[in-house]
């Protein structure tokens, strides 16, 4: 039986109001994050309410309510949301921030609050032209809804550049309605979210991969569940899947096409801010190391514990983690700088090339640095770390990193680099 989704006020059509949506909602009150020290101090206060749940997250596969009532409470869901729309209008970088932070406490919590932010920037980036899309960026804001999205299908596995479900038009030009219906293997907190991103082809006709990306919100959607979440890792993102049956206004759908979503938000987004998540999961498990070594010490004083060379290792591989991170964020930076400066369809192609394969290599190289960070520390603190219920334990940290590497299969990205890098002449002395 198809259960709609939990009621949620709606986003109203027509929407005529909303082109009038004034800088006023930036006279909310922000309360933590207004400035860098109080969103910050507020991911903080977020992380610390995530690490009290997070084994019991892990141990029952459920969402992380608790961590996440706390950031609707600090107004962080809204953080990407542009200030004119009632949001803190923070960087990718700062974003980036907040989910290392939220990782070094709960890395679902972490994991899902980054896939909600990646639909936020696909909504900023190619729908704020819409009427209908900015008033729901400041309904997200003043409402701190939740987004998740569902891009895979059961007809066509993981690969989301292709879609087998189509958009369905009904009605009138100005008045039309659209309806999809997808059997999506995932679909990530999918029965927590206020909406979903949807992928679908345009029309009937269409090819596999011409495909709009949609914004169903969960008023108008129905989801059957078709599946569990038991997992090894990352059992807090409820990563269940579903029959969606999604309708609602045409204006719901992104005027740009998918693809070029994907290419210049998506990814990019995507990509920045898992490694993020990862980055904060080694580094809460090099604290723990960290802990371990200087007990060892304060038991033997005068004398390096034996782990001192492994926790030496773990802390340079996180180093490089953390720097190959910060020149990702700079290169996201000067591509967004780029388009948005009217120049981008100047830039030469290796440029673009560039980034793209930028990006792969740093979801390929930080999600197996971060796992190979995680098996140093369980060397480095032994059963401490193995058992769990310790100050020490980091299973469940190696667990949650095994995601990593799978989450759009680093094989795959891999494959797709080696086709960019073909098509890259090459660099000039001193470049990769």
Known sequence: MNAPLPDTP??????????????????????????EPGWRAAAQRCAAVAAQFADAVDREARFPHEAFEALKRERLLSAMVPATFGG?????ADVGAICEILA?????????YAMHQIQVACIEAHGSESAWQRQLLAQLAEHQWLLASATSEETIG??????ACSVELD?????????VEKLAPTISYGAHADGILVTARRTAE??????????????????????????????????????????????QILPTPFADIADQTMLPVSHTLWASVWTGVASD????????????ARAKPGSIPPAGLRLAEAVGLLQMMQARLSVAFDAARAAHH????????????????GFASDMNTLKTSVSSTALQVVQEVLMICGMAGYKNGTEYSVGRHLRDLYSAPLMINNDRIAQNTASLLLAQRPAAPGRA
Request: hydrophobic share 45%; with cysteine.
């Open 206 to 251: 269409s090819a596999a991969a011409d495909q709009v990306l949609i914004v169903a919100l969960r008023a108008e959607t129905q989801l059957e569940k078709r599946g569990g979440w038991d997992s090894m890792g990352m059992r807090g993102t409820c990563s269940e899947g579903f029959r969606l049956v999604a309708t609602g206004l045409a204006e």
């Open 285 to 296: 498990a090099v604290n723990r190391a960290k802990a371990f070594f200087r007990a060892q």
């Open 10 to 35: 709606t986003v109203t059509a027509p929407l005529a109001q909303s082109a009038a949506v004034q800088p006023a909602a930036a006279g909310v009150v922000l309360s933590a994050v207004e400035t």
């Open 104 to 112: 070094q406490g709960c890395a679902s919590t972490a994991m899902v």
């Open 338 to 353: 780029a388009r948005h400066g009217g120049c981008q369809a100047d830039a030469p192609l290796s440029a673009m090339l």
């Open 158 to 163: 993981g690969n989301m550049r292709t879609s």
């Open 171 to 179: 009605g009138e030009p100005g008045q039309q309605r659209f309806r």
């Open 88 to 92: 803190a209008g923070l960087s990718l």
